[in-house]
């Protein structure tokens, strides 16, 4: 059974109505802080829930700042003949003082545009930690994957011990952090878990998007398969189709961790005693952080890590026994804590 959000990519879709190659006055208001948002042309709902959780981002920042900011929302034509190339017209057809990108596998494409735009802040949200870079005008925006993981193991583990999963698209990921940390999160509660990683797709050995109705298929396949193998709960990559997992989980009576996700992208009423959390990054903290150093001309070319000691990894609760939800969750604070103070480490 298919059942598609109708919620996935309208929030971004009614912001970025008609503005494919630009948007919005050429002009930038000389008294609001100009920003240009980038999306890509994206081809599935993985994407679009990325974009969304972005754009709300970007919604937060404008109500810290009424008045203050003028944004333009921007998809990048999947037929543009070079991303960077596409970008630098933007910037000629209006000057922005920030550009925010969401590309998170090539930060280099941003950071061609900014060696030739000094005077222009850019912003790169979750780039692979192997592609950052060193200029004075790009902040990467880095969150914790290894602590993202290792909240996900944990919650998995203290909730269905025995059997877990995590299921992902490609074997080799560019960012084997939340692997590292799911393993770290069920070695630290050791209570016999075991963790198998699952590709849904055993064939590939890098990052390839499949079109959005063959990786609903595939996803949903492999979930019904792990689960009938034992397994009790799914820790799920936010590149695999996680609606394909959660309906999965409610047709076997298992239970699903999502990841990257807000709640209310995948799941509903009928489903949420199947989905146990969504273990997120907080785009909202960080992108309202970076535009508040820009507005304070506090703006530079950084790395900046959001992890939880700084609250830019969190979880979402979503079980639909609240009494059981919170007793996870104090249980799940007590391997954080140690985490923070150095009695657990992760490897």
Known sequence: MKVYKLITGLL???LSIG???GCGSNTADSKKLSIAVLYDASIN??????FDAIANAIISAEKTY???LEIDHIRIPINADSRAGFIESQLAIKKYAMVIDTDINYASNIEKVAEKNSDVSFVVVDPSATKIGTLANVAYLVFNDKQQGFIAGVMAALKSPGKIAHLDLCK???NPGFDIGISAGIKAVNNGSTIEAIMVAPEMTERKDLPGTDLYDRTLATANTVYKSGVGIIISDWEVDQLAVLTAARENKKLMIASDIALTQISSGASREY???????NYELAITDIITKKLDGKFKGEKIMYN???NGINYEPAAADQTATQ???NETKIYIDKLKSGAIKID
């Open 45 to 50: 709902r993985q994407q679009e829930q990325y």
């Open 172 to 174: 080799n990921d560019i």
């Open 275 to 281: 989905l146990v959390e969504s273990i997120v990054k």
């Open 66 to 68: 009424p008045g203050k």
């Open 308 to 310: 939880i000691d700084n």
């Open 12 to 14: 971004l879709v009614a």
């Open 19 to 21: 503005l494919l190659a």
């Open 327 to 329: 007793a996870l969750i």
